[in-house]
């Protein structure tokens, strides 16, 4: 009876630790010490590194949270483009969308490219350019991504993005160029 509790408290600390830190490290960078993490989260620091043992161990955690994340909205993406719910080209503009402004956390990548959380990032890599090959071959199937361009050219576009210290208003005008550059204009005057 009393397995189950503690249990419970240990999922819960968890999830506050990693809470904690992503939001400290997204905010001040992967230097933020484990005790001010821990004392975000509202634990000790013994429970903080009960559950991650060395700091690269948390930032992987937190990455790898990042990564299940993404890999859930890639496959939501990909079952609308399936059942003809959404578009495969308006897909690949919103996962542009969704890195560019949504992801605060996109930060978090960068701090992996660094060499911090490089398992996780090869599992973000892995299932993304997967997800990204099936939407663009979906795509020109239909004519609605020019027929040059690769999986490849669109992860440029995602690991070029802008950042987010641009406005808001630059990140969008970005996007609509993003749009502009992989999407043929079907308007005829364009097409003279």
């Known amino acids: 009876m009393t397995d189950r509790p503690r249990r419970v408290d240990a999922l819960r600390n968890r999830e506050a630790i ?14 933020i010490g484990m005790d001010e993490i821990a004392a975000a989260a509202g634990v000790a620091v013994g429970t903080l590194y009960r559950h991650f043992p060395a700091k690269q161990d948390l930032i992987e955690g937190i990455v790898t949270d990042l990564a299940e994340a993404l890999g859930r909205s890639l496959d939501s993406a990909l079952s609308r483009v399936e059942e003809g719910t959404s578009s495969a080209v308006d897909e690949l503009i919103a996962l542009l969308g969704h890195v560019v402004i949504d992801m605060r956390q996109e930060r978090l990548l960068r701090f992996a490219l660094a060499g911090i959380a490089g398992d996780s990032l090869r599992e973000i890599q892995a299932r993304g350019r997967s997800a990204v090959e ?8 239909v004519g609605s991504l020019y027929p040059d361009v690769t999986t490849d050219d669109v992860v440029l576009l995602l690991s070029t993005a802008p950042t987010d210290t641009m406005s808001k208003g630059e990140q969008l005008r970005w996007l609509t160029l993003a749009r502009r550059a992989l999407t043929p204009d079907p308007s005829p005057e364009r097409r003279r």
């Open 18 to 31: 990693v809470t904690a830190a992503r939001e400290l490290v997204v905010g001040q960078g992967p230097d």
């Open 134 to 141: 099936q939407l663009v071959a979906a795509a020109q199937r």
